[in-house]
Nanobody
Framework: QIQLVESGGGLVQAGGSLRLSCAASGRTFSSVAVAWFRQAPGKEREFVATISWGGRITDYADSVKDRFTISRDNAKNTVYLQMNSLKPEDTAVYYC??????????????WGQGTQVTVSS
């Protein structure tokens, strides 16, 4: 099992940037894919971005493509989500998850507690 802790959320104006971090504990971190999902009030949790175990393969939801960048530093057991040009519709709780590479929730077995991102207009 991998324990995940998200940080870096907060309140930002539209057009601004935030960088989320997902710190992991567990010796198998470097062998799993890690993804970010988000959940807005009253909505289903949705896929945002994912990165393969080695960091060479990434995928993004269409809604964040060209604005968000996922990266990882396996030496630090950390995955990052750089979010630029933020929009009010990006407001949500952001979760990181570890597991098999994919874009659906069931691909991932370990989840963090989430960090709130609020974008004001």
């Amino acid at each position: 099992q991998i324990q995940l802790v998200e940080s870096g959320g907060g309140l930002v104006q539209a057009g601004g940037s935030l960088r989320l971090s997902c710190a992991a504990s567990g010796r198998t971190f470097s062998s799993v894919a890690v993804a970010w999902f988000r959940q807005a009030p009253g909505k289903e949790r949705e896929f945002v971005a994912t990165i393969s175990w080695g960091g060479r393969i990434t995928d993004y939801a269409d809604s964040v493509k060209d604005r968000f960048t996922i990266s990882r530093d396996n030496a630090k057991n950390t995955v990052y989500l750089q979010m630029n040009s933020l929009k009010p519709e990006d407001t949500a709780v952001y979760y990181c998850a570890a597991g098999a590479y994919g874009i659906i929730r069931s691909d991932y077995t370990d989840w963090g507690q989430g960090t709130q991102v609020t974008v004001s207009s």
